[in-house]
């Protein structure tokens, strides 16, 4: 973990606010300082990281979810 990352990510099976709290905890669990905003709705999640992408989309998987990287 060395430089701080923006990052956007499509997730799916967000179906409630409790989802999108857990999604919130799993990326914070990596790293605890993250700042991450989810769009439930949309299905995005907003994500200020130091952390590596690969390694929160397979933690993101792990949860239950499915996580993919996005652009723009």
Known sequence: MDETADLLMRVEGMTCDGCAEAVARTVRRLDPEATV???????????????????????LTKAGYTATAMTG
Do not use: H
């Not at 299905?43 to 933690?59: D, K, P, Y």
């Open 37 to 59: 905003s989810v769009d439930r709705a949309e299905g995005r999640v907003a994500i200020r990281t130091r952390a590596q992408s690969l390694v929160i989309a397979e933690a």
